[in-house]
């Protein structure tokens, strides 16, 4: 006897969804409330992954205080030793906000091991290839925002980085990121985060990696988010205190000034040293003017200016880094002849959400608490390093600022 075609109909669909895998991207409704991702690029040969996975912990138990539905997805590439994620994987966390997540009760005491919320999260498999290349960046972006829909996003990136610096085939240098001995420069980054999330509905930018509390990194990035969360010196490999503050950061409206202070009291707590700031973004370009006024308006005096009084930034170890980025309001005042000018203070305190430091010494860089801006910013046309005078040129701020006009 032949089977009706009704029947034949609703034996296809059963089909259809008992072959499809957990790996599948779903298709879920958009969520009103902001999701965060965290993409975290752990590979190189040092303490980082170990470091990192603590923070996917820490992450978590924040996420598990969230009193609404909220989502975590986590991209992470790590080393081949690590115990836990041995490729490449995107992990999702959903929270109901009443004792779950993802559907299981919130691990806590002796259940809260990495192994048990490893064991918990849903997993898919991430695009393969190089963490930092710019189009396995942007296909893993655009496949976890495929995977939580949302009118706004929060963004981590976690791994070594070098500000506004050429990236090389080398550790030694890198502007976002250390995949082997991949990073990915400044421009390209932004591009891809531009193209990944079209709707500009980047909340806010946290990086957890070094020196990317730059007026190059925030003048770069305005366009692909509103606010920076960043260090303008190299950050303690432990990194951010996510259980402290992370389920405030799905609040509509964040208290940037406490993810800023915990951060400041988990680095003092860990002998360690810091300058953390928040950048609205959408400042940026009022700054980049004045800043250019008063660089035309002082122009005679650049070339003897002496710039080692400035406050500067970078460590004179691993790298070499010293006189990467020299604080901006210490900069234009010393230029000034000890006086900041009011419009420039205006246009840094409208960039400069709010600011924090310790000052320790970390490889002879002793950071004032009165001096620090905010925010640092190279000064090109030197010789303060060749190959960093090179490529400035590459960056949106060497224009905005003035410098391609100085440097004529």
């Known amino acids: 006897m032949a089977i009706p075609q009704r029947i034949l109909f609703f034996i296809g669909i059963l089909l259809t969804i008992v072959g499809c895998s957990k790996n599948e991207v779903p298709e879920p409704n958009t969520s009103s409330k902001r999701v965060i991702m965290a993409y975290i690029v752990a590979n190189s040969a040092d303490l980082l992954d170990d470091n990192t996975m603590n923070n996917v912990e820490w992450m978590y138990q924040g996420l598990s205080e969230v009193k609404d539905t909220c989502t975590l997805l986590i991209y992470y590439k790590g080393n081949s030793s690590n115990a836990y994620i041995k490729k490449p994987e995107i992990l999702k966390y959903q929270t109901d906000g009443r004792g779950k997540i993802n559907g299981e009760p919130i691990l806590t005491g002796n259940n809260l091991t990495k192994s048990s919320i490893l064991s918990q999260a849903e997993v898919y498999d991430a695009v393969s290839g190089i963490a930092t290349d710019p189009i396995v960046m942007k296909a893993n972006l655009e496949k976890m925002r495929t995977i939580a829909p949302s009118k706004s996003y929060g963004l981590i990136f976690a791994s070594h980085a070098t500000s506004w610096m050429p990236a090389t085939k080398t550790v030694s240098t890198r502007s976002f990121g250390v995949d082997g001995s991949y990073g990915i420069n400044l421009p390209e980054m932004a591009s891809v985060l531009q193209n990944s999330f079209p709707a500009k509905n980047v909340d806010f930018i946290l990086f957890d990696a070094c020196m990317m509390g730059t007026a190059e990194v925030c003048y770069e990035l305005k366009d692909a988010t509103h606010y920076c969360i960043a260090s303008v010196m190299e950050s303690p490999i432990q990194g951010f205190p996510y259980n402290k503050f992370f389920s405030k950061l799905y609040n509509k409206e964040i208290d940037y000034q406490y993810v800023c202070d915990e951060t400041i009291k988990f680095n003092k707590s860990k002998d360690a040293w810091g300058t953390y700031a928040v950048v609205d973004c959408s ?58 000018p009011t419009d420039y203070q205006t246009a840094l305190d409208k960039a400069i959400v709010y600011k924090t430091c310790l000052e320790r010494a970390y490889y002879n860089v002793v950071p004032d ?24 040129p590459s960056v949106k701020w060497y224009s905005a600022a003035g410098w391609s006009e100085l440097m004529k």
Do not use: C, H
């Open 283 to 340: 400042q940026m370009e009022q700054l980049a003017a004045a800043t250019k006024a008063q660089l035309m308006e002082n122009a005679d005096l650049l070339a003897e200016f002496d710039y080692e009084s400035v406050q500067q930034y970078g460590a004179n170890a691993y790298g070499n880094y010293e006189y990467f980025s020299f604080d901006m309001g210490d900069f234009i005042k010393q230029l000034n002849g000890g006086t900041i």
């Open 369 to 392: 608490k009165d001096i620090f801006s905010g925010i640092g910013m190279y000064f090109p046309g030197r010789s303060i390093q060749y190959k960093w005078d090179s490529y400035y």
